[in-house]
């Protein structure tokens, strides 16, 4: 077997992976246990990594799993995950889609910057927190809506994301940094209903993210929006 891994909560962790195959496949048990958990750092610099298949048994991916395995095009994450961690997919210069399924409620710090081909993410709507930088340096992002129950939006979520045009604002965002998108040079419309603007505190956040963003525009959201 090419993993390293340990016993937890009546389950396994994937601590590392030693092998240099393109396509991977983590069991869904060892030992007669269930799979629960891929490790920090697990996958990190695996270069030959193109494909990756997790099991459904697993419910937590850590950070930096996949740091740096720029080759990596292809992965489904399982539906029972609740989180994604600071940097897990960070570096992965070759993931051009990516879907956060429904059992997903928080996105950590940085955890798909420098995706530099990332053309397409749907972040589902049961994700109510994202970190800073989460989508930095995207550089083939163009377009994005932000799940309907977020709640703000951080400091430097989309910094450098040049190809960016547009993005949509959800009525339950109470908070826009103005450091948000810093460095979206082609970000021309922000989509944010007159629900939200009704309310000062996003008024506020607006106002500062324009000082920044000068060349943006605030428009209603249309319908097939």
Avoid at 73 to 84: A, K, L, Y
Avoid at 138 to 156: D, E, H, R, Y
Wanted: aromatic letters at 6%.
């Amino acid at each position: 077997m090419d993993f390293k891994y340990k016993r937890i909560d009546s389950g396994i962790i994937i601590c590392k992976y030693c092998g240099s195959a393109e396509k991977v496949t983590v069991p869904a048990q060892i030992e007669n246990l269930p799979v629960k958990s891929v490790g920090d750092k697990a996958f990190k610099g695996c270069k030959n990594l193109v494909e990756i298949t997790i099991p459904n048994s697993v419910t937590s991916i850590g950070s930096e799993v996949f740091l740096c395995c720029e080759n990596l095009e292809r992965i489904t994450i399982p539906d029972n995950v609740i989180s994604i961690n600071r940097g897990t997919f960070s570096g992965c210069l070759s993931l051009k889609k990516i879907i956060i399924p429904d059992g997903v409620t928080s996105i950590g710090d940085s955890a798909f910057s420098w995706c530099t081909n990332l053309e397409s993410i749907v972040i589902s709507d049961s994700v109510t927190e994202i970190g800073e930088g989460v989508l930095s340096g995207c550089t083939n992002l163009k377009a994005i809506k932000l799940p309907a129950g977020l709640t703000s939006v951080s400091a430097f979520s989309f910094s450098e994301c040049r190809s960016l045009t547009e993005v949509t604002i959800p009525d339950s965002v109470n908070f826009i940094s103005g450091l948000a998108f810093v460095g979206c040079r082609n970000l021309k419309t922000i989509y944010i209903s007159d629900f939200a603007l009704s309310r000062e505190a996003i008024k506020r956040s607006i106002h500062e993210l324009l000082r920044e963003n000068s060349w943006c525009k605030i428009s209603p959201i249309p319908r097939q929006k």
